[in-house]
C-alpha cells in the first residue's frame, strides 16, 4: 500500500533550513590566506594556463570529470505534466541527490526556459564544457528524441534522456532474466507492449538490440494498435507498427509471451493474463497503479512472472538501479557518449548481479532471509551496494572496447576498491535499517507524547509504515498540540494512565509490577501509584505485549528513564548490565560507539562483557564488528591502571570469543592510520580491514567523542541505542531533533523484528524438544 506523505511535511522539507536539497561544498583547504591564494588569484592562473596549453587538462585540475548537468525544461514532469521549469526544480534537484548518494557524482541542475528543441540544443552545447555529462530529464515527447539525438551527434561528452533509456535499461535486465527462467528465447516470444511513449520506444529498441524481432511486436498507443495502416505514425513509430488485424488489447494478449505496460493503471484484466501464453511475463510499470494490480496478476496466473514499478512489490523496475552507475562509468573512462554497447552492458552486468549470491546488508533491508534468484527477484534490489562496483566497471569497458573512452582504466581491481571507496560498501546502513523496520512495522508508546517533536516523529512513522504510534499523556493537550501544529496521525492511540479509564489498568500493570519488585523496596500501594507515571505505565505496556518497544528520555534525565526499564522489563538472560551505543554515519562508513551512556568506569571484566554485547549488537546490521579498545596507549606504551585495564579487558574478550575481530589498547587516531600500524605494529588484528567499532574506556570518553563527531564533524547520529535489555527500550537524547527521534524509532522497531524471532526461534526448539 502507497504510504500517505504530509503535504506540509514536504513542503517543510525543502523550505527549511537552507532552502532546496544540494549545495555546493570546497574540496580543498581553503582556511587560510594562503589557501585562498592558491584557490583563486594569483595561484589559480597556474590550472587557467595548463588547460589552455591542453584543453583535457580541465579534466586533471578542475571538477569537469565528476560533474554532471541534470537539464529540463519542465514539459513532463513525472506524474505532473508541462508544469515549467521553475516548478520542476524540486524534481532536478532530487535527482542530483540520486546521483550523490549512489555514485558519489555532482550534479548543477539547470532548468531552461524554452520548449523550442532548436534553442533547448544551443543552450545546452553552450554548457559543454562546464561538464562531464548530460542527463536530460522530463522533457516531452516526441521533442525529447530530437534533442537527445541532436546532442548526441553535435556534443563530445556523454548524453542520455534517463526517462526514455532507465525504464529500458532495467527491464531490459528483468526481462532477460525471465526470460531465462522459463526458457523463452528473445526472438521468438510475442511482446504486447502498451504505450508508445519516450519509454516505450526505448525498451522496444533495446529489447531488439538483445535479439528480439521487431515483427513480434504489437504495440498500442492512446488511439490503439501502432498498424502500418494509421497516416498519423512518425518515422520512429512506423518501424514497430503491424499489418495484423489486431485491434484491440484483449486480441493481442492472447497467446503473448510477454506484456509491457509503460501506460495506465488498471487497462489489464484478469482473463487477458489467463489467456497469455504459457509462463507469461508481465511487466505493469504505470505509477502509482499499475496496469493490472500485482496481487490480481498473480492471483490470476500461478506460473506469471511480475514486475512493477512499485517499491512494496517484488522487482520493481526502478531507474535508480542504472543512472548513477551508468554515467559514473562514462565518466571515469571520460566517454564521448553513452552508446548502444555501453546501455547493452549495463543491461547485462544487471541481470547477472541478480543471479549472484545476495550479500547479507540486502537481506537486512528487505527482511529476507535468503533472497535467491527466482520469479520474485530477476533484478537486484536499489539497495544492494555491490551494483556501483558491478555497473559502472561493465559501462566503463565497453566504452573502452566500443572505442568511446579518452581515458581508459587498467587496474581493473583497483577501480573497483576506488568505487567501493566512494561510499564505503556499508555505508546504506541508515537506509538499509528503514527499509526493514518498514517491512515489519511494530506498535511503539511514545511516553512524552505531549510534545511536540515526540508528535510530529510519530506522525512520520505512521506515515511512512515503519511503526504504529502509541501516544502517553493527557488526552486534550495532545490533540491540541496537534492541530495547532497541523500533525494528523490516523487512528492514533491516546491512553493517558493517570485517567479514570485506566483505573483497572493501573491496577493490573501494579499488581504486576508489585510480583516483581516486592522485595526489591516497594509495597503493594506503592507499585500500583506508580503506574500513574507515563515511563512505568509504557514500560510495562512492553513487558505485557501490549506494545512492543518504548521510546522515551527526550525531556528527562537519563537514569530517570532508565531504572523504569530496569525494574520492569529487565536485562536479558546472561547479561550483567546495560551499555549505551551510539552509531555514527562516517564517509568511512558506519562506526559503533560505545559505552556512551551508562557505565561510569568499568572494571575490566565489565569493558570486556560491554565489548561483546556490542560486537552482538553490530553482528544484528550484517556487518563483521572490527573492534578497536581505545586508550591513550599503544599496545603496552604506558604501564599506567588506566591502559593495563584496556588491555585486560582484550585478553577476556579473545578468551571468550578467538574469532573475534578486536585489539587494543590502541590510541583513536592509530587505529584507523594503516600506515604508522604497518610500519610499528604490524602484528595488530587491525591491519587488514576498516575499523567500525570503538570500545571507550569509560563513560567520560564515550560521550565526549559522540557528542563531538555529532556536533561539531557534523555526522548523523543514532543512538543511544540501549544494549542488554529483555525488551526493545530507548532513551532519547535530551532536546532530541524530530529527525533523531525517527531514527531511534527504527532501531526499535529491528530490535522488536529481532527479540520477536529469538522468542520465536526459542519456542520451536523446545517444541522439538518436547517431541
Given at each position: ?321 542504472g543512472f548513477p552507475y551508468i554515467f559514473r562509468g562514462a565518466l571515469d573512462v571520460r566517454a564521448t557518449q553513452i552508446n548502444e554497447a555501453m546501455k547493452l552492458a549495463a543491461v547485462r552486468a544487471l541481470a547477472e548481479l541478480a543471479k549472484s549470491p545476495v550479500p547479507d546488508i540486502v537481506n537486512l533491508a528487505y527482511n529476507e532471509r535468503n533472497i535467491v534468484f527466482g520469479p520474485k527477484y530477476i533484478i537486484p534490489k536499489p539497495l544492494d551496494p555491490r551494483l556501483l562496483s558491478t555497473v559502472a566497471p561493465a559501462v566503463a569497458k565497453a566504452a573502452m572496447e566500443s572505442g568511446v573512452a579518452h581515458h581508459p582504466i587498467t587496474d581493473w581491481d583497483a577501480y573497483k576498491q576506488e568505487l567501493n571507496n566512494r561510499l564505503g560498501l556499508d555505508n546504506q ?200 579498545m581505545l586508550s591513550y596507549s599503544n599496545f603496552g606504551s604506558s604501564q599506567t591502571p588506566e591502559a593495563q585495564l584496556v588491555a585486560k579487558a582484550r585478553e577476556i574478550v579473545k578468551q571468550r570469543e578467538p574469532s573475534l575481530v578486536v585489539d587494543g589498547e590502541i590510541q583513536a587516531a592509530m587505529a584507523f592510520n594503516k600506515e604508522i600500524l604497518k610500519d610499528n605494529y604490524p602484528f595488530t588484528e587491525l591491519m587488514n580491514e576498516e575499523v567500525n567499532t570503538l570500545i571507550f574506556p569509560n563513560l567520560t570518553a564515550g560521550n565526549v567523542a559522540y557528542n563531538l563527531l555529532q556536533e561539531v564533524a557534523g555526522f548523523d547520529a543514532i543512538g543511544p541505542v540501549l544494549l542488554g535489555m529483555k525488551k526493545p527500550v530507548h532513551i532519547l537524547q535530551l532536546g ?36
Amino acid at each position: 500500500m502507497a504510504r500517505k506523505l504530509n503535504k506540509q511535511d514536504a513542503l517543510d522539507y525543502h523550505a527549511k533550513g537552507r532552502p532546496g536539497k544540494i549545495e555546493v561544498i570546497p574540496t580543498k583547504d581553503t582556511k587560510t590566506q594562503w589557501d585562498l591564494s592558491l584557490a583563486y588569484s594569483p595561484g589559480v592562473a597556474e590550472p587557467c594556463k595548463e588547460i589552455h596549453k591542453d584543453v583535457e587538462n580541465v579534466y586533471k585540475y578542475t571538477a569537469k570529470g565528476n560533474l554532471v548537468g541534470v537539464i529540463s525544461n519542465g514539459t513532463a514532469v513525472l506524474g505532473l505534466g508541462d508544469i515549467g521549469p521553475e516548478a520542476g526544480k524540486p524534481v532536478m534537484e532530487g535527482k542530483a541527490v540520486l546521483f550523490k548518494i549512489f555514485a558519489d557524482i555532482d550534479v548543477f541542475d539547470i532548468e531552461l526556459n524554452t520548449k523550442d528543441p532548436d534553442s533547448f540544443v544551443a543552450a545546452v552545447k553552450a554548457l559543454e564544457p562546464t561538464f562531464g555529462g548530460i542527463n536530460l530529464e522530463d522533457i516531452k515527447s516526441p521533442e525529447c528524441f530530437e534533442i537527445e539525438d541532436r546532442l548526441r551527434k553535435e556534443l563530445k561528452i556523454p548524453v542520455m534522456h534517463d526517462d526514455q533509456h532507465g525504464t529500458a535499461i532495467i527491464s531490459a535486465a528483468a526481462l532477460l532474466n525471465a526470460l531465462d527462467l522459463v526458457k523463452k528465447k528473445v526472438d521468438k516470444v510475442k511482446i504486447v507492449v502498451n504505450g508508445a511513449g519516450a519509454a516505450a520506444m526505448a525498451c522496444v529498441k533495446l529489447y531488439v538490440a538483445l535479439g528480439a524481432k521487431p515483427e513480434n511486436f504489437i504495440m498500442f498507443d492512446k488511439d490503439g494498435v501502432l498498424n502500418k495502416s494509421r497516416t498519423d505514425l512518425t518515422d520512429r513509430h512506423m518501424q514497430f507498427a503491424t499489418t495484423s488485424k489486431i485491434t484491440t488489447l484483449v486480441e493481442a494478449m492472447k497467446g503473448a509471451d510477454v506484456f509491457l505496460g509503460l501506460s495506465v493503471g488498471n487497462v489489464v484484466t484478469p482473463e487477458m493474463v489467463k489467456s497469455m501464453a504459457k509462463n507469461p511475463i508481465v511487466f505493469a510499470m504505470a505509477n502509482p497503479d499499475p496496469e493490472i494490480a500485482y496481487d490480481t496478476a498473480i492471483a490470476s496466473r500461478p506460473d506469471i512472472i511480475m514486475a512493477t514499478g512499485r517499491s512494496d512489490y517484488p522487482n520493481q523496475v526502478n531507474n535508480v538501479l542504472g543512472f548513477p552507475y551508468i554515467f559514473r562509468g562514462a565518466l571515469d573512462v571520460r566517454a564521448t557518449q553513452i552508446n548502444e554497447a555501453m546501455k547493452l552492458a549495463a543491461v547485462r552486468a544487471l541481470a547477472e548481479l541478480a543471479k549472484s549470491p545476495v550479500p547479507d546488508i540486502v537481506n537486512l533491508a528487505y527482511n529476507e532471509r535468503n533472497i535467491v534468484f527466482g520469479p520474485k527477484y530477476i533484478i537486484p534490489k536499489p539497495l544492494d551496494p555491490r551494483l556501483l562496483s558491478t555497473v559502472a566497471p561493465a559501462v566503463a569497458k565497453a566504452a573502452m572496447e566500443s572505442g568511446v573512452a579518452h581515458h581508459p582504466i587498467t587496474d581493473w581491481d583497483a577501480y573497483k576498491q576506488e568505487l567501493n571507496n566512494r561510499l564505503g560498501l556499508d555505508n546504506q546502513l541508515f537506509r538499509v535499517i528503514g527499509t526493514k523496520a518498514r517491512r515489519d512495522p511494530r506498535k511503539v508508546v511514545f511516553a512524552e507524547a505531549d510534545n511536540v517533536k515526540i508528535l510530529k516523529a510519530a506522525q512520520v512513522v505512521n506515515d511512512e509504515g515503519i511503526a504504529f504510534p502509541i501516544l502517553l499523556g493527557n488526552e486534550n493537550k495532545i490533540r491540541a498540540i496537534m492541530e495547532e501544529n497541523s500533525i494528523e496521525i490516523d487512528d492514533v492511540v491516546i491512553i493517558d494512565p493517570k485517567s479514570d479509564e485506566m483505573q483497572e489498568k493501573r491496577h493490573q500493570f501494579g499488581d504486576l509490577f508489585f510480583e516483581k519488585r516486592k522485595r526489591k523496596g516497594f509495597n503493594h500501594y506503592e507499585a500500583r501509584k506508580i503506574m500513574r507515571e507515563r515511563n512505568y505505565f509504557g514500560c510495562m505496556m512492553v513487558e505485557t505485549g501490549e506494545a512492543d518497544a518504548l521510546i522515551s528520555g527526550l525531556t528527562r534525565k537519563y537514569p530517570d528513564t532508565i531504572r523504569p526499564a530496569l525494574q520492569v522489563i529487565g536485562m536479558e538472560d546472561g547479561v550483567k548490565r546495560v551499555a549505551g551505543m551510539y552509531i555514527i554515519q562516517t564517509k568511512r562508513g558506519p562506526l559503533f560507539l560505545a559505552d556512551t551512556t551508562v557505565n561510569f568506569n568499568p572494571t575490566a571484566e565489565e569493558l570486556a562483557d560491554i565489548t561483546l554485547m556490542v560486537a552482538k549488537e553490530v553482528k544484528h546490521f550484517n556487518i563483521t564488528p572490527r573492534i578497536a579498545m581505545l586508550s591513550y596507549s599503544n599496545f603496552g606504551s604506558s604501564q599506567t591502571p588506566e591502559a593495563q585495564l584496556v588491555a585486560k579487558a582484550r585478553e577476556i574478550v579473545k578468551q571468550r570469543e578467538p574469532s573475534l575481530v578486536v585489539d587494543g589498547e590502541i590510541q583513536a587516531a592509530m587505529a584507523f592510520n594503516k600506515e604508522i600500524l604497518k610500519d610499528n605494529y604490524p602484528f595488530t588484528e587491525l591491519m587488514n580491514e576498516e575499523v567500525n567499532t570503538l570500545i571507550f574506556p569509560n563513560l567520560t570518553a564515550g560521550n565526549v567523542a559522540y557528542n563531538l563527531l555529532q556536533e561539531v564533524a557534523g555526522f548523523d547520529a543514532i543512538g543511544p541505542v540501549l544494549l542488554g535489555m529483555k525488551k526493545p527500550v530507548h532513551i532519547l537524547q535530551l532536546g532530541s531533533t524530530v529527525r533523531q527521534i525517527v531514527n531511534m524509532v527504527n532501531i526499535a522497531v529491528v530490535d522488536a523484528q529481532e527479540k520477536c524471532r529469538k522468542i520465536v526461534e526459542s519456542k520451536e526448539k523446545d517444541k522439538k524438544k518436547k517431541k
